[in-house]
């Protein structure tokens, strides 16, 4: 199975789309100004304690407090309370935690008055980005991770990771991390440290204390609000976890983005440094990979299974529900059990598919076709457990109740991705009455000899729908031939399935928007 990474830079950010087989399985938007990702850790200040909650609001610098459960205060809040004092106070050199003395743990049934108070500075990593009307979800239970392992300060621990099922394989990490780990860190041992020598493992463990220490320097001197440790870039950590041999391109169209992705794959994984490419194509990149496509039809209410049958997503403020219909594929079989089953197991690949791709979290109810009999209910239901084996994020798979009901509960970190696909029309926003779609081409040409004659634009190129594009370019003597010999400059057209068919934008060469001015009559 190929993977792919395609990284479409944008006026606010990036587009981040992973693709399977050529199929996106994940779509992420990356803002310039997204200050608060998960991962991120920020020295705050408690603004208000909620004892009926058992929860403080933390000021981090969002328009709304941050929301810190007693529960995520982690065992060893008190030691890393101490460590924030010692250094802010300049008493503390040591950054990397040797010959710190640690405080008793808290009790875990404990009240959140008895640990934090009004003013207090606390140290917390961002696990949950506002989502909605809610400001970030924070912990003190502070964690770095690498690419193949995760740092935990003031804990002693080291654990691997469940789907290490080698026994021999899970006493090597374990001997390896002990001999090599510094005092009062734990460390957890990501699945793809199986098989790494311990050279790979101590150049990932000192770059996550490395990255502690510069941290705790930046902190001595930090005011509140202040980020003190700052996540990696999303492609960058989405490289991170799922690097590995099936990954066999990353395609980017910004430069700095290029170098910094070449620098990062060089750090961590050298010999496929050659797997990141510069896209310098024509047309957009997002357009030459087929991604706006299947954005355009991923993202709608109603999704077409393979060979028949479809799926009804609706969202409510509570949960999301997944309805699947066999639509005509009830005419292609004879059985209706094996119509039911077949159906529901092509809409299990495709549901879970979908919960990556529109990243929908907490509680998703779907209900499949009804099946009578128990060993397809369970076919259908071990089906979805394998499917969502794949998914980042933590998720719980029930099986299906005796009305054909089956709930999943998948962790939500990001605001969920809604990409609105019905198109507005650009000339009647929405009134359902337009300039007659057979006049555009006419408008475009008079538009153009405008810009091209009256303005005396050298370099012109069109972004316009696919339809326009075949419309222009058709035939031995095209439309566009025609315009060569009229105006002796080579329009460029530039396919763009985003715009409505009844729009165009005519772009200058370094890819701005050329204004049409019209003078007035006075002038």
């Known amino acids: 199975m190929s993977t792919e990474l395609v990284i479409d830079s944008t006026q606010n950010g990036s587009r981040i789309a992973l693709l399977k087989n050529k199929n996106l399985v994940e779509l ?62 300049n008493n503390f050199a040591g950054y990397n935690l040797k010959g710190f003395e640690k405080l008793p743990e808290i009790d875990k049934l404990g009240k959140i008055s008895q640990v934090l108070s009004k003013s207090h500075q606390v140290l917390v990593q961002v696990v949950k980005e506002p989502i909605s009307t809610k400001g970030p ?3 003190c239970e502070l964690s770095l991770a690498g690419r193949y392992l995760v740092l935990v300060p003031f804990s002693d621990a080291v654990s691997v990771s469940k789907k290490i099922r080698s026994s021999e394989e899970r006493k090597r990490l374990l001997r390896l991390i002990n001999s090599i780990k510094p005092a009062n860190f ?20 000192r770059n996550l204390t490395e990255s502690w220490e510069e941290g705790m320097q930046k902190m001595a001197k930090a005011k509140t609000r202040d980020k003190v440790i700052g996540e990696m870039s999303l492609a960058s950590s989405i490289i991170r976890d799922l690097l590995n041999e099936s990954f066999d391109a990353i395609t980017v169209e910004d430069e700095e983005i290029f170098n910094q992705m070449r620098s990062y794959i060089r750090s961590i994984a050298p010999e ?13 990149l997002f357009e030459s ?14 999704i077409s299974l393979p060979q028949g049958g479809y799926l009804i ?74 499917e969502m084996r794949d998914d980042r994020s933590r998720n719980t798979v029930l099986p299906l109740t005796k009305f054909g009901l089956m709930q999943i509960t998948r962790q939500r970190v990001r605001p969920e991705m809604n990409i609105v696909t019905k198109e507005t029309c650009p000339s009647c926003n929405g009134t359902g009455k337009i300039q007659a779609s057979i006049l555009v081409a006419d408008k475009l040409e ?6 091209a004659v009256n303005q005396n634009e050298s370099k012109i190129r069109i972004a316009l729908h696919p339809y326009l594009y075949a419309y222009f370019t058709h035939g031995v003597i095209s439309k566009r031939v025609k315009w ?3 105006y002796f400059k080579w329009v460029s057209l530039i396919k763009d399935s985003s715009l409505p068919v009844t729009e165009y934008k005519f772009l200058d060469d370094s890819g701005e928007t050329i204004e049409i001015i019209v003078k007035s009559e006075e002038e």
């Open 28 to 89: 992420h938007l990356e803002e310039d100004d997204n200050r608060f990702k998960v991962g991120d850790i920020y020295l705050g200040t408690v603004k208000k304690i909620v004892n009926g909650l058992n929860a403080a609001f933390i000021d981090v610098g969002y328009e709304k407090d941050a929301f810190l459960h007693y529960q995520d205060l982690g065992p060893n809040i008190r030691s890393l309370s101490k460590l924030i004092k010692i250094i802010r106070n």
């Open 137 to 139: 979800r924070l912990s």
């Open 186 to 205: 734990g460390v957890i041992i990501r699945t793809v440290a199986e098989g790494q020598s311990v050279t790979e493992l101590d150049k990932d463990l």
């Open 272 to 284: 496929k440094e050659k797997i990141v490419k510069l896209f310098n194509g024509k047309a957009k």
């Open 289 to 302: 990979f087929g991604i706006e496509k299947q954005i355009k039809s991923l993202f709608g209410q109603t």
């Open 313 to 386: 997503i609706e969202h409510t403020e509570a949960l999301h529900v997944v309805d699947v219909n066999s639509g005509n594929k009830s005419n292609q079989e004879s059985d209706q059990e094996n119509t039911a089953l077949k159906t529901n197991l092509v809409a299990v690949k495709e549901i879970a598919r979908q919960l990556r791709l529109r990243d929908m979290g907490g509680i998703i109810v779907i209900d499949f076709i009804d099946m009578k009999k128990a060993d397809n209910k369970r076919a259908v239901y071990q089906a979805m457990k394998d």
């Open 446 to 451: 008079k538009d153009l000899n405008h810009i």
């Open 484 to 486: 060569f010999f009229n």
